[in-house]
């Protein structure tokens, strides 16, 4: 009662003064009338007295009650600001008990995330909200980005936030709480992306060392509540918490780093049971208390176990003799030097032990000062740290050696920041790039790398940052050219955090540039024999030259009757060719002077030529290298080639190959054409004459077989003479031989129609016989279908040998890139008629480098061949499994109906590489990644959707390995994010 009378002014009571004075006055009058004499019958009703006695009774009624009305007003006024004292007294404890708990709950956290996590789950609990965040500054940048998200703020996990950008962006810049309790209305406000609108925003920042460092938000969805200036102090005493919390988590970090590291040095010194040892002898330190006023210390009892003295003889002036001389005065300045400045006192010497040796000791102490400032004491230890010294001596040994071998290594050894510049580099590397040492440091690796090899450095980069360790193999630009390099990389940390990169490089130009000249020499190969007329083979060879080198431009050119040369087979853009002269004369022009001077001619300055200077200068072309083309030193053409790069020595040589190709074709041309010019002149059966010559009636009956029989197949004529041989034929082939026959018995006028079948020997094996069927049964001097067959059969070995190794994976059986390639090129421009809808699979084993490394290379064949028999049985008939190189492999998925036909595939694929391999006695693990992409773009490519699937797998990689992902493009929006799937 008192304190709610303690609410009530002076001034409030004056209306109790009225009805008090208009009561006295009432009775005052009546009095008056009883003492003048009035008989009490003047009271009975009517009467004056009384009259006037009923007037003040009601009148000080009346006053009363609006005086109780008054009074209970201001006494309901005193309850509510009680009530609201009390609220928010109530509110206050809530919020300092929340505190309380949570720096309680803190106390053992050691973790960035559970800190954030610990906190923002009892800001939400206090505020009764769902809906918050924390964001921190990013090291480095200017902004900040959302590193842990509840409610409607959890999909913006991630987003990165301006300075001034909304509310928290706001609060950010201020340094002080932001409070927005309209936030709908607010002009600054952020539009959300996704989820029902916030009603009110507060951001309150995170402050350590007078820096912000993060941002602490909070929303309400619930229209109508808003945010109390007791809310914003709870929160800024929570974000005061975060900032002490997010400090402490990290130096116990970086304590545990340290700690770490000492470790790390014992592990080097000692096995196991006697690392224990000596960490157990190294923690009882030599405690010391020095009282510099008196110039009195106390050592502990651990002296004695340390250096055999006992603590009765040990006094600070015997403590100073006993260091080593030439330490004496390094210790007493940096003692001294401490008690001067206040700070902590740290310093290594050596110490002399009972038997007479010297100890490397650690030395540390606090200085305590008295509430003047002034020095009064220093308590410390001191640690013995021979072990560790010694191994520093040897670790420096080690280091120099090293530095030997960094400087005089072969390979190409340098290291670089994560900004990519390079912090040092030894001679190799040095010598490799045609620059001096000092010239190399400071320069980004990017500007050495052209912009169509940079994805591989990226991706170079996220490989050795997700794993550890990553190679490549990618083209740099140098002083002395391109060169081809294989580069390994890993990451570089100090006190656990990523500081750079180390690389080594090797130049494989050489071994590249002779795999690329043989994979085209393979490919020549194989596209001649397969070539039907010797017009497309020339064309195969100048499209080959032209895909697997830098040649922008092939040409063959040939003389024509009236001795011009004319253009044979082209390879380049459309535009290009179209602006070379179809007709040359000999002697003009680069062409010309070739075939008048018949020798080869090579430049890398073509833009400085007199007479293609400047069409050179028009299309960028930089070099050319011409041939004639010569048989028995007779010119049969001339082969051109231009480049936008210069033409290396390796692919002149190719060149050269290439010609003498040319010539045995553009000669085997000519010889035909010949032939051809005087078939009619000829005898057909000499005209159509081969190895073996059989002749055939109406009825298909042999009429005649020349006797080269018996050397091709081991019979004698006279034993098929009268047959129709079907009976030697393979059967397989026993419709394509009636097929041809057929054919050729419709087409008159002695069609030749070609063949290839397989008869069998004598001696029971399969021959392949390639051969022509013409029909002459109208040719009075025949009549009947001449055969001329021959033996092709280590020919067609041969061939499937090449094309084995042209397009088959030599270690796994697989189709290697090359036809997978061509695979996917044929099924992504097929007719309208014919398109299927396509997925690629790009796939990279996790973990396969540590089995290389811990059980060797051979090992890794196996589980690569376990792997490709894995991928055949997961995959449809239709399906082209691939291995690209290493431990990547691809598979085209054609004719896919949907997409979760792909993702059956997928999942069928990762439980069945997850299953164990055994090899060489061993059970081991080889899971994968798989990068999805689907071909239902619109001009999709096959590097196009290879680039996809590529970028995909990373993004598995990166998120957990063991998964798969999905690149899909959306709308006019760009692409859709990925998809990741757990496998």
């Given amino acids: 009662m008192g304190s709610i009378l303690g609410h009530l002014r002076p001034q409030s009571l004056d209306w109790l003064v009225l009805p008090a004075a208009v009561t006295l006055a009432g009775l005052a009058l009546v009095a008056l009338d009883l003492a003048l004499g009035s008989p009490v019958e003047s009271l009975s009703p009517g009467r004056p007295a009384l009259f006037q006695l009923e007037v003040a009774l009601v009148g000080a009624l009346a006053v009363t009650t609006y005086g109780l009305i008054r009074w209970a007003r201001a006494l309901s006024r005193a309850n509510a600001h009680l009530n609201e004292a009390q609220n928010a007294l109530v509110s206050q404890n809530e919020h300092l008990a929340a505190l309380h708990e949570t720096s309680m709950s803190l106390l053992n956290e050691h973790d960035d995330d559970d800190v954030l996590h610990a906190i923002l789950t009892r800001v939400c609990k206090l505020l009764d909200t769902k809906h918050a965040h924390v964001s921190l500054v990013q090291p480095g940048d200017d902004v900040l980005a959302i590193v842990l998200a509840t409610g409607i703020f959890e999909p913006e996990l991630g987003r990165r936030i301006a300075r001034g950008e909304g509310a928290v962006g706001r609060a950010w810049e201020s340094a002080r709480p932001l409070a927005v309790n309209d936030y709908p209305r607010w002009p600054d406000r952020i539009v959300q992306r996704t989820g029902p609108p916030l009603a009110a925003m507060t951001a309150v920042p995170i402050i350590s060392k007078r820096l912000v460092i993060g941002m602490l938000g909070v929303g309400y969805l619930e229209e109508g509540r808003r945010f109390t200036s007791a809310d914003l102090t709870a929160l800024d005493r929570f974000a005061t918490l975060t900032a002490v919390a997010l400090e402490n988590a990290r130096l116990n970090a970086a304590l545990q780093g340290r700690l770490a590291d000492l470790e790390q040095t014992g592990a080097a010194l000692r096995d196991s049971d006697e690392r224990f040892q000596l960490v157990a002898r190294g923690t009882r330190d030599v405690v010391f208390d020095w009282d510099t006023r008196r110039q009195v210390s106390l050592f502990g009892g651990a002296i004695r176990s340390h250096f055999g003295y006992n603590v009765s003889d040990v006094d600070l002036g015997w403590c100073v003799r006993h260091i080593h001389p030439e330490d004496v005065r390094v210790v007493w300045s940096s003692l001294k030097r401490s008690l001067a400045s206040g700070n902590d006192w740290s310093q290594e010497f050596r110490f002399k032990n009972a038997n007479g040796d010297h100890a490397d000791i650690l030395g540390r102490g606090t200085v305590i000062r008295d509430n003047e400032g002034k020095a009064i004491r220093m308590v410390g230890s001191m640690v013995d740290i021979s072990d560790r010294a010694a191994a520093e001596r040897a670790l420096q040994a080690s280091e120099e050696r090293f530095r030997e071998l960094f400087e005089n290594a072969s390979d190409a050894i340098y290291t670089v920041d994560l900004e990519g510049r390079v912090t040092s580099a030894n001679g190799a590397c040095a010598e490799l790039m045609g620059m001096t040492t000092e010239e190399l440091l400071g320069t980004r690796l990017d500007d050495f790398v052209p912009s169509e090899e940079r994805r591989k450095l ?326 009947g279908m001449v055969t001329n067959v021959r033996d092709v059969s280590e020919r067609v070995l041969f061939e499937d040998k090449l094309r084995q190794q042209a397009f088959y994976d030599g270690l796994t059986g697989l189709a290697n890139r090359s036809l997978f390639m061509h695979r996917l090129d044929d099924t992504l421009t097929g007719t309208d008629e014919d398109h299927r809808e396509v997925a690629l699979l790009f796939l990279d084993l996790d973990g396969f480098k540590q089995i290389n490394d811990s059980l060797g290379h051979r090992a890794g064949d196996e589980v690569l061949k376990v792997v490709a028999d894995r991928l055949r049985g997961c995959v449809r008939t239709r399906d082209c499994p691939a291995r690209f190189g290493g431990d990547e492999f691809a598979v085209l998925l054609d004719g896919v109906k949907a997409p979760e036909d792909v993702f059956v595939i997928t999942d069928r694929l990762l439980l069945s590489l997850a299953a164990p391999i055994n090899v060489d006695h061993h059970v081991v693990h080889c899971a994968g990644s798989i990068g999805i992409a689907f071909g239902d773009f619109v001009g999709a490519t096959s590097d196009d959707l290879l680039r996809r699937a590529d970028t995909a797998l990373y993004t598995a990689k990166n998120d957990g390995k063991g998964r798969y992902a999905v690149y899909g493009e959306g709308g006019s929006r760009g692409p859709r994010p990925f998809v990741l799937r757990a496998g």
Avoid at 599 to 618: F, I, K, N, S, Y
Avoid at 701 to 727: A, N, Q
Wanted: with cysteine; glycine share 8%; net charge neutral.
């Fill in 458 to 783: 990226f991706a170079l980069r996220h490989r050795s940052r997700a794993e550890g360790r990553a190679a490549t193999e990618l083209e740099t630009t140098t002083k002395r050219g391109r060169i081809r390099l294989e580069v390994t990389t890993r990451m570089i940390y100090a006190d656990g955090k990523p500081v750079g990169r180390q690389g080594i490089a090797r130049d494989i130009s050489e071994r590249v540039q002779r795999q690329q000249r043989d994979a085209v020499n393979s490919e020549l190969s194989l596209a001649l024999a397969e070539a039907a007329t010797v017009q497309d083979g020339l064309q195969k060879c100048v499209d080959t030259l032209t895909r697997h080198t830098d040649l922008a431009y092939a040409r063959i050119w040939t003389l024509d009757v009236d001795n011009m040369l004319i253009p044979l087979a082209s390879s380049g853009f459309a535009d290009l060719l179209a602006s070379v002269p179809t007709r040359i004369a000999v002697g003009k022009f680069k062409v010309g002077m070739i075939a008048r001077d018949q020798r080869p001619h090579v430049t890398h300055m073509l833009q400085d030529d007199d007479e293609a200077g400047e069409w050179a200068a028009g299309w960028g072309m930089t070099s050319f290298a011409g041939y004639p083309i010569m048989v028995d030193n007779r010119l049969l053409g001339v082969f051109t080639a231009f480049g936008i790069h210069r033409i290396d020595q390796v692919t002149l040589d190719l060149l050269q190959g290439v010609v003498d190709r040319v010539a045995t074709l553009i000669a085997r041309k000519r010889s035909d054409d010949a032939v051809r010019r005087v078939e009619h002149r000829m005898n057909w059966l000499v005209q159509n004459a081969s190895d073996v010559i059989i002749i055939r009636d109406r009825d298909a009956v042999i009429t005649y077989l020349s006797p080269s029989i018996k050397r091709v197949l081991g019979y004698d004529p006279e034993e098929i003479i009268g047959t129709t041989g079907f009976h030697l034929m393979h059967p397989e082939d026993m419709k394509l031989s009636r097929k041809t026959l057929d054919k050729a018995m419709t087409d008159k006028g002695g069609t030749t129609t070609p063949f290839t079948l397989r008869y069998r020997h004598r001696d029971g094996t399969w021959r392949h016989l390639e051969g022509t069927v013409t029909n002459l049964l109208d040719d009075p001097d025949v009549r």
